[in-house]
């Protein structure tokens, strides 16, 4: 998987090249977009099996003037993240995260019709709230959880029309999440997402 998402950085970042001039060059500009879909999250270095959440938020879009298709996003969207437990029980973990990512990326307009993009960069996550003691001490029965993240987050995707599009994205968690079983610094976050968004 770690092979798989650095060859998709690699990807983006020559897509991200301002001397690729098109026909279809997208309009500078700012723009947003709203979307809305479903979180497949995990731990790395965790006894754990995936578990699907809800993904929802909005995203502010700068097309970068002159620059052949480069953009700037930023934006916010609650996520429900987790994991299948199986070290301290047979139950799901469910945690609510706002998540904050600073991209970077390169939008090409096919025609006037279909488009394609692709961005990369930092996000922040802070843990609003959790089931099972998440976020709790080890003392009171929790799993002593970090509720602040971040990480590195890659988005590819299809736009239609201008408008609406589809959007494949993962989330590489650089922070320790939990204090046990193993060190806090080995347990880390990695999410995937497919969600619908609507451009305005």
Wanted: net charge neutral; hydrophobic share 40%; glycine share 12%.
């Amino acid at each position: 998987m770690k092979k798989i998402f650095l060859a998709a950085v690699a990807l983006s970042a020559a897509f991200a090249t301002p001397s690729m001039a098109f026909d279809n060059e997208p309009e500078p500009g700012f723009s947003q977009k709203a979307f809305v879909g479903m979180t497949i999250a995990n731990l790395r270095n965790y006894a754990a099996d995936p578990k699907v959440g809800y993904s929802i938020g909005w995203l502010g879009e700068y097309m970068l003037p002159g620059a052949a298709g480069t953009y700037v996003n930023f934006g916010a969207n609650m996520s429900m993240q987790g994991f299948k437990e199986y070290v301290f029980g047979n139950y799901k973990v469910s945690s609510h995260y706002l998540t904050v990512p600073i991209h970077v990326g390169y939008r090409y307009d096919i025609n006037d019709k279909w488009g394609a993009y692709a961005d990369f960069g930092p996000y922040f996550a802070l843990g609003l709230g959790a089931n099972h003691k998440f976020f709790k001490d080890v003392a009171d029965g929790g799993y002593d959880a970090n509720r602040f993240d971040c990480g590195l987050g890659f988005n590819v995707g299809g736009e239609y029309n201008k408008k609406l599009s589809l959007t494949f994205g993962f989330n590489w968690g650089l922070t320790g999440t939990i204090d046990m079983p193993s060190p806090a610094s080995d347990v880390k976050t990695f999410n995937s997402t497919i969600t619908l968004g609507y451009r305005f």
